[in-house]
């Protein structure tokens, strides 16, 4: 082999090295129990039915290329130049052949079409075996979500909890711009509108926590409008249900109790609701039970008290753009406030 064929063949070994690198890299994310964010293993019947076109059509994939291959591989090996200088017969045109490559890929494609039809329309309303599915509504926010219940009553903010196999039917909304809503595991993703309201469904498969994601663009902070649905057991789930029905929890003496006639006083009241109180705002997320949640600011911060305290002095530093203004709030303030919003359980 001579220098340059050696020079591509270590460029190539290189990039390779780079790319399963990457890979690798990217399992490093593992340790959050929400991720991956991914299609290949749908954890819902409607994540499955997709799962189910892609594999028939990869493997239509590999029954065509293998085909094409064949019959490149034989074209070279038959027709490569046998003597020096010599010319193969000089063609121009061949009815039959151009006939064969306009029909076959049209085959091809209406082979793919039945499936996916099929699937569209499967994927478009609940398989009519179900009765009785659990309805919630979700509406997009600039750059949260809020999830309602509403035969329930439940109102919650970026963490969506449903029971394990049971059919839950979304209503989607938005109160400003067009958001996108998606939990991959789940399936596919719609479109979340202002002034109209689209539609989605599926069965959760698995106990577990998956990620989801805002997946259309709705301004500055739109890769921060993220979701985490947790699939509960059955009795989990009421559990969860019974405890976000209460009104907010009366805090403990000390900071907390401190931090509840602050909220009151403040202008935090203003944007958000603390049911069981005063705080009836409409423009933040629901707080009433926001300590039990795993993560706050849309889960861009695990919900920590120092977390808290942080983003109350500071939303604007963590997620500039949102709607709360970093209120110059004084630390032995921010300090109580956040310890009454964590003993919100
Ligand atoms: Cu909401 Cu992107």
Redo the contacts with the bound molecule.
Sequence with gaps: MNTRSHGYLRAFASGFIAVIAGFVAGCTQLADPSLPQTTVFPSSDWGRLIQDLYVLIFWMAVVVFIGVEGFLLYAIIRFRRRREGALPAQVHGNTRVEIAWTVLPALVLLVIAVPSIGTIFASDRPPPAVTNPLRVRVI?H??WWEFQYPELGVVTANELHLPVGRTVLFDLQSSDVI??FWVPKMGGKADVFPARENRMWFTPLEVGEFAGQ??????IQ?AN?RLRLFVDTQQDFDAWVQRQLATAAQPPAGPAQQGAELFQRSACIGCHTIRGTNAQGKVGPDLTHVGSRKTIAAGILDNTQENLKSWIQRPQDHKVGNKMPNLGVRDEDADVLAAYLKSLQ
């Design positions: 997009g600039q750059w958001h996108s805002c997946v259309e663009f709705c301004g739109h409008m």
